[in-house]
């Protein structure tokens, strides 16, 4: 059993900042790859940042250079410091885990999502 739980989410004024955080029920280290998507209604789930278990992180267009995805694997927790936040932020974000088994199939995690909501 593998439990994703999103915290950090909130309101922000444009050009403001937050941190979100994900935490683990075991160790990350056991994920191949994490990463974090957002959702607004009315739109299908994007791909924000991805972070591998080597520490490759990629990042949709729309944050570079605004937002940065690590990992503390201490404390099995995986976050997005998001800065400069943009009213076009504002959505629910969840944090993702893929662990590839050793039969070659690819298992994926969700979390639960934590609200975003960045004001003009």
């Known amino acids: 059993q593998v439990q994703l739980v999103e915290s950090g989410g909130g309101l922000a004024q444009a050009g403001g900042s937050l941190r979100l955080s994900c935490a683990a029920s075991?160790?990350?280290?056991?994920?191949?790859?994490m990463g974090w998507y957002r959702q607004t209604p009315g739109k299908q789930r994007e791909l924000v940042a991805t972070?591998?278990?080597?520490?490759?992180?990629n990042y949709a267009d729309s944050v570079k250079g605004r937002f940065t995805i690590s990992r503390d694997n201490a404390k099995n927790t995986m976050y997005l410091q998001m800065n400069s936040l943009k009213p076009e932020d504002t959505a629910v974000y969840y944090c993702?885990?893929?662990?590839?088994?050793?039969?070659?199939?690819?298992?994926?995690?969700w979390g639960q999502g934590t609200q975003v909501t960045v004001s003009s």
């Open positions: 993702k885990a893929s662990s590839l088994q050793s039969d070659a199939t690819l298992y994926t995690y």
């Open positions: 075991g160790s990350i280290s056991s994920f191949n790859t």
């Open positions: 972070i591998s278990s080597g520490g490759s992180t």
